[in-house]
């Protein structure tokens, strides 16, 4: 494993390198240093199919996809995305799909073309999806929602609603329409080099806009060999594809098998709902390393603690998203003995996990650090001025090295305050990821919380200024505030006050979130207040809101 982290950089770079830069240098751990092999994966991935067409690389259900099927639909697709303008300049083309084989031959099709993949889910409303498109300046919509059925024409409505929200109206498209139009056009020399722009995945964003984090292939490869690294895939490994496609964890799930002949498996989301379902689609498909939250590790362990049954495919699990409590990892080898857990910590505007934590037996300390940096990486810890705070010292984690992202797309403003300048390294970024943790003297991260209002409920990532500026828009309501309610004994939910003018009911609140919000930013419980409780410095008291939820409504 690539855990041992070394101080600073080499002996010989420092001497040429000013006071200030050296103190930085000496500041920062980084995980080892390793050249990367390719301008891409997509490099890799062609290897593989030229080596071993007819492997597994998709599973789906009873739907089986060789590399070879994988490679040619995507070629098809970036084919006849030609065909609609995308050549190669980085536009941008969103997906509104379902997971399935199809859904990845379109994602690998998008980055073959030289365009850039921006996922939306079906599920989510049109306002949403619009807001991204708009910011994204998508150029094509890819959708498979065109069908008759109900739940097509509902999806196709919110697909349109999406595009009639940008300026310059994508046009929509399905595979199908693609791979038709694909023929009579000229494959596209497919543009390479690590600083071109990979995919944008949107975070919620606190002023009610939702970020777009802009990731190059240069960090996208770095992360995927990192991962294949880590949790020790190789050859003929069933990695599990459990995450939404509107998390960047999918894009490892897929792609880090299929570089070294591998395969991966979708697991449809009902399946995941039912916890013995998910276990026998795990069993039968052999399914080697998944990678879960928390809270849904949590509910795994209830039922296996119940029932009590073990995979044998199973040989590594990582968990990722939220803090992992020692409690929760000593379960998991009670169930699971033997069976690694791999605590990843990282965010999507560094290319997903930057630091690793591989546990092997029970933990016995309070805490369960977020471990050393993957290769390539570097970390400080900084005090309020930006400073690198001293050695073990609580203060902001930042990245820098190849991880970081290219910024917000088309957000200067939001990505000048959370990119900075990395003073160690003159002409390159480094990004404040906002947590606050503290160096251990072995050079891991103990991670200590937050210093903002983000928050995480089922590992998604929710800033609950999104969530009250949307409550801001519903006629009527004058004040808003959310906060997390964790008073429970499993998963935390979020909790509305508002003040209100006029006949505004909790209900109506919900409505009008329901129309913009996806359902897991939507607060559980939604209350009206006559007045909200101010701290000494006249901020809402978040605290006092907090503690009210355990009192009756
Ligand atoms: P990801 O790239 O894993 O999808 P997100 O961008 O959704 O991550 O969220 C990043 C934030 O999630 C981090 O800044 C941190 O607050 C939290 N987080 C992620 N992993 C961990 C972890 N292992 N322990 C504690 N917090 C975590």
Same mark, same amino acid.
């Given at each position: 494993?690539?855990?041992?982290?070394?101080?600073?950089?080499?002996?010989?770079?420092?001497?040429?390198?000013?006071?200030?830069?050296?103190?930085?240098?000496?500041?920062?751990?980084?995980?080892?240093?390793?050249?990367?092999?390719?301008?891409?994966?997509?490099?890799?991935?062609?290897?593989?199919?030229?080596?071993?067409?007819?492997?597994?690389?998709?599973?789906?259900?009873?739907?089986?996809?060789?590399?070879?099927?994988?490679?040619?639909?995507?070629?098809?697709?970036?084919?006849?995305?030609?065909?609609?303008?995308?050549?190669?300049?980085?536009?941008?083309?969103?997906?509104?799909?379902?997971?399935?084989?199809?859904?990845?031959?379109?994602?690998?099709?998008?980055?073959?073309?030289?365009?850039?993949?921006?996922?939306?889910?079906?599920?989510?409303?049109?306002?949403?999806?619009?807001?991204?498109?708009?910011?994204?300046?998508?150029?094509?919509?890819?959708?498979?929602?065109?069908?008759?059925?109900?739940?097509?024409?509902?999806?196709?409505?919110?697909?349109?609603?999406?595009?009639?929200?940008?300026?310059?109206?994508?046009?929509?498209?399905?595979?199908?329409?693609?791979?038709?139009?694909?023929?009579?056009?000229?494959?596209?020399?497919?543009?390479?080099?690590?600083?071109?722009?990979?995919?944008?995945?949107?975070?919620?964003?606190?002023?009610?806009?939702?970020?777009?984090?802009?990731?190059?292939?240069?960090?996208?490869?770095?992360?995927?060999?990192?991962?294949?690294?880590?949790?020790?895939?190789?050859?003929?490994?069933?990695?599990?594809?459990?995450?939404?496609?509107?998390?960047?964890?999918?894009?490892?799930?897929?792609?880090?098998?299929?570089? !070294? =002949? +591998?395969?991966? @498996?979708? &697991?449809? $989301?009902?399946?995941?709902? %039912?916890?013995? *379902?998910?276990?026998?689609?795990?069993?039968?498909?052999?399914?080697?390393?998944?990678?879960?939250?928390?809270?849904?590790?949590?509910?795994?362990?209830?039922?296996?603690?119940?029932?009590?049954?073990?995979?044998?495919?199973?040989?590594?699990?990582?968990?990722?998203?939220?803090?992992?409590?020692?409690?929760?990892?000593?379960?998991?080898?009670?169930?699971?003995?033997?069976?690694?857990?791999?605590?990843?910590?990282?965010?999507?505007?560094?290319?997903?996990?930057?630091?690793?934590?591989?546990?092997?037996?029970?933990?016995?300390?309070?805490?369960?650090? !977020? =471990? +050393?940096?993957? @290769?390539? &990486?570097? $970390?400080?810890?900084?005090? %309020?001025?930006? *400073?690198?705070?001293?050695?073990?010292?609580?203060?902001?984690?930042?990245?820098?090295?190849?991880?970081?992202?290219?910024?917000?797309?088309?957000?200067?403003?939001?990505?000048?305050?959370?990119?900075?300048?990395?003073?160690?390294?003159?002409?390159?970024?480094?990004?404040?990821?906002?947590?606050?943790?503290?160096?251990?003297?072995?050079?891991?991260?103990?991670?200590?919380?937050?210093?903002?209002?983000?928050?995480?409920?089922?590992?998604?990532?929710?800033?609950?200024?999104?969530?009250?500026?949307?409550?801001?828009?519903?006629?009527?309501?004058?004040?808003?505030?959310?906060?997390?309610?964790?008073?429970?004994?499993?998963?935390?939910?979020?909790?509305?006050?508002?003040?209100?003018?006029?006949?505004?009911?909790?209900?109506?609140?919900?409505?009008?979130?329901?129309?913009?919000?996806?359902?897991?930013?939507?607060?559980?419980?939604?209350?009206?207040?006559?007045?909200?409780?101010?701290?000494?410095?006249?901020?809402?008291?978040?605290?006092?809101?907090?503690?009210?939820?355990?009192?009756?409504?």
């Amino acid at each position: 494993a690539a855990l041992a982290a070394d101080p600073g950089a080499p002996h010989d770079a420092r001497s040429l390198l000013s006071a200030e830069e050296t103190e930085w240098q000496l500041s920062t751990f980084l995980g080892r240093t390793e050249p990367l092999p390719a301008d891409s994966f997509l490099d890799v991935l062609a290897e593989r199919v030229r080596r071993h067409p007819d492997d597994l690389a998709v599973a789906h259900g009873g739907d089986r996809w060789s590399y070879r099927r994988l490679d040619e639909r995507s070629d098809q697709v970036a084919r006849g995305l030609r065909a609609h303008g995308v050549l190669g300049e980085e536009e941008v083309v969103g997906v509104v799909m379902d997971r399935s084989p199809e859904w990845i031959a379109a994602v690998l099709g998008i980055l073959k073309a030289g365009g850039v993949y921006l996922p939306a889910r079906p599920d989510f409303p049109g306002e949403r999806t619009g807001r991204q498109f708009r910011r994204g300046e998508c150029r094509v919509v890819l959708t498979d929602h065109l069908g008759a059925s109900a739940e097509h024409r509902q999806v196709a409505a919110r697909v349109e609603e999406a595009v009639a929200a940008c300026p310059r109206r994508p046009a929509v498209v399905t595979v199908r329409e693609l791979v038709a139009a694909s023929g009579s056009v000229r494959p596209p020399d497919t543009p390479s080099g690590p600083g071109r722009l990979a995919y944008v995945y949107f975070t919620s964003g606190s002023t009610g806009e939702p970020k777009g984090a802009m990731i190059e292939h240069g960090s996208l490869l770095n992360h995927l060999l990192a991962k294949i690294e880590d949790l020790g895939i190789g050859p003929g490994d069933v990695v599990a594809q459990t995450a939404p496609a509107c998390f960047d964890i999918s894009f490892w799930q897929i792609f880090a098998p299929l570089l !070294v =002949g +591998g395969s991966t @498996r979708i &697991v449809d $989301a009902d399946t995941q709902l %039912d916890i013995a *379902r998910f276990l026998d689609e795990v069993e039968h498909a052999g399914v080697r390393v998944m990678q879960l939250v928390p809270s849904y590790l949590d509910v795994l362990l209830a039922h296996v603690e119940r029932d009590p049954r073990r995979p044998p495919s199973l040989r590594a699990v990582s968990v990722t998203g939220e803090a992992l409590k020692p409690d929760l990892a000593r379960r998991w080898f009670a169930a699971f003995p033997g069976i690694p857990l791999v605590n990843a910590y990282g965010a999507t505007e560094v290319a997903d996990d930057t630091m690793h934590e591989i546990l092997v037996e029970p933990p016995r300390q309070g805490f369960i650090s !977020v =471990g +050393g940096l993957l @290769r390539n &990486v570097y $970390a400080y810890v900084l005090d %309020d001025r930006l *400073r690198p705070a001293p050695l073990g010292a609580p203060g902001q984690i930042a990245f820098a090295g190849i991880c970081v992202g290219r910024g917000y797309i088309n957000d200067e403003e939001r990505t000048a305050r959370a990119f900075v300048p990395d003073p160690a390294r003159p002409g390159t970024r480094m990004y404040l990821t906002g947590d606050i943790g503290r160096w251990l003297p072995d050079g891991r991260i103990e991670f200590l919380g937050r210093r903002d209002q983000q928050v995480k409920i089922q590992g998604f990532r929710i800033e609950t200024g999104e969530v009250e500026n949307r409550m801001l828009g519903v006629s009527g309501v004058r004040e808003a505030a959310v906060v997390v309610d964790a008073s429970g004994p499993h998963e935390k939910s979020l909790v509305a006050f508002y003040l209100a003018d006029g006949e505004v009911t909790g209900d109506d609140v919900r409505a009008g979130l329901v129309r913009s919000l996806p359902d897991y930013m939507v607060p559980t419980r939604i209350r009206r207040l006559d007045a909200m409780p101010l701290t000494a410095n006249g901020k809402v008291d978040r605290l006092r809101l907090a503690r009210q939820l355990t009192s009756p409504s």
